[in-house]
């Protein structure tokens, strides 16, 4: 966030993490609320539609002509890459960056099993997010990856934050 303010210290950055829209949205009262909670206590996927409408009326609500964006968390399907990706030329964000902090099955499955979320405790359940992200995340990634209107970045991320930082920063500065 510093490395972007420093290059456009004018422009408001608009930081989205569809992790955190979902906490939000979960403590809400309503009929949607009530039955996206069941898929979530169930260890479910929530469905595109939903994850596409909190960011989407997130965008909506918060975007600007200079806001900078920093989207985190989304999207977890390829139906969302291609909403998103409709989304960002709407904006008109000509030439986004998709940073992937690329981690082994078995790292990630270690840091989700030690962070101690509720959603992280047995093995069967971190097991089935891990497929999920093979299955529906994977797709998503490799359609930015492979598409020339974004410059896609594969970070190394089972290294010191430090270092995944200035890697990121190093390929960012390299895009210049």
Do not use: C
Not at 29 to 53: H, S
Not at 54 to 73: C, F, Q, R
Not at 86 to 102: C, D, E, T, W
């Amino acid at each position: 966030m510093d490395y972007l303010k420093s290059k456009a210290p004018e422009s408001q950055i608009f930081y989205l993490e569809s992790g955190q829209k979902f906490r939000e949205f979960f403590a809400e009262d309503n009929f949607t609320t009530r039955l996206a909670e069941e898929i979530y206590n169930k260890g479910g996927l929530q469905p595109e539609f939903l994850a596409v409408w909190l960011w989407s009326s997130a965008l909506v609500k918060n975007i600007k002509e200079d806001t900078t964006l920093v989207l985190d968390g989304t999207p977890r399907k390829l139906h969302e890459a291609h909403i998103l990706d409709s989304a960002l030329k709407f904006y008109k964000r000509g030439k986004p960056s998709v940073i992937y902090i690329n981690v082994s099955r078995g790292w990630a499955y270690d840091r989700l099993k030690n962070r101690g979320r509720s959603d992280d405790v047995s093995e069967r359940d971190i097991n089935k997010r891990l497929d999920w992200f093979d299955s529906d995340v994977v797709p998503a990634l490799s359609f930015f990856r492979d598409n020339p209107d974004y410059n896609f970045y594969d970070i190394e991320g089972e290294q010191t934050i430090e270092k995944v930082h200035n890697e990121i920063l190093f390929k960012l500065k390299s895009q210049q």
